[in-house]
T-cell receptor, first 115, second 114 residues
Framework: EAGVAQSPRYKIIEKRQSVAFWCNPI?????LYWYQQILGQGPKLLIQ????????DSQLPKDRFSAERLKGVDSTLKIQPAKLEDSAVYLC?????????????FGPGTRLTVT | AQSVSQHNHHVILSEAASLELGCNYS??????LFWYVQYPGQHLQLLLK??????LVKGIKGFEAEFIKSKFSFNLRKPSVQWSDTAEYFC????????????FGTGTRLQVTL
């Protein structure tokens, strides 16, 4: 089966600009996650969707970050306006099982550099 | 709140040496435990996982991990590393019986020399 797809793979923007990332999960996976991985740290969850509803967005900086998952499939994550500290890799993951601790499959990530 | 500690940040081993990477977690309930690996230029991949049952779990490429509940530990082992094992290794935990978020450790960079 095809893996989790993400685009773009790399993005360089200036601070205060906006940026959007796209994720297409594995077909049939109900749960979709966005993680932020800052250099030297492990990934940290930003937001979790189950189908098209938000399950956990407690760590999402809602004044500048937003995310949506239309029709319970693709998802976009937006940052507006970006800050220097947003420089990181943004990982999308998906999971088949809705409530059974199923394995999370990760995409290749989008490396964002904010200058 | 969940937390995961990986004590070794950077490990350098010669080929054929044995490997043990430490992982300790903090959580008040029952957990699922994972080790993920990220090879250079590639995305995160699952190495092995523990949900329940036998606390010694075997994963891909000869890796294994042992869940010791009393020590809140889930250490990763491999008897003989290869150059191709050079990668970053992440321990992660989530709440058992759920599809909740993974809480990751900071990762261990393993470098295997010829």
């Amino acid at each position: 089966e095809a893996g989790v797809a993400q685009s773009p793979r790399y993005k360089i923007i200036e601070k205060r600009q906006s940026v959007a990332f796209w994720c297409n999960p594995i077909s049939g996976h109900a749960t979709l996650y966005w993680y932020q991985q800052i250099l030297g740290q492990g990934p940290k969850l930003l937001i979790q969707f189950q189908n098209n509803g938000v399950v956990d967005d407690s760590q999402l900086p809602k004044d500048r970050f937003s995310a949506e998952r239309l029709k319970g499939v693709d998802s976009t994550l937006k940052i507006q306006p970006a800050k220097l500290e947003d420089s990181a890799v943004y990982l999308c993951a998906s999971s088949r099982f809705e409530a059974a601790g199923g394995e999370q499959y990760f995409g290749p990530g989008t490396r964002l550099t904010v200058t | 709140a969940q937390s995961v500690s990986q004590h070794n940040h950077h490990v350098i081993l010669s080929e054929a040496a044995s490997l043990e990477l430490g992982c300790n977690y903090s959580y008040g309930g029952t957990v699922n435990l994972f080790w993920y690996v990220q090879y250079p230029g590639q995305h995160l991949q699952l190495l092995l996982k523990y949900f329940s049952g036998d606390p010694l779990v075997k994963g891909i490429k000869g890796f294994e991990a042992e869940f010791i509940k009393s020590k809140f530990s889930f250490n990763l082992r491999k008897p003989s590393v290869q150059w191709s094992d050079t990668a970053e290794y992440f321990c992660a935990v989530n709440e058992a019986g759920t599809a909740s978020k993974l809480t990751f450790g900071t990762g261990t960079r393993l470098q295997v020399t010829l």
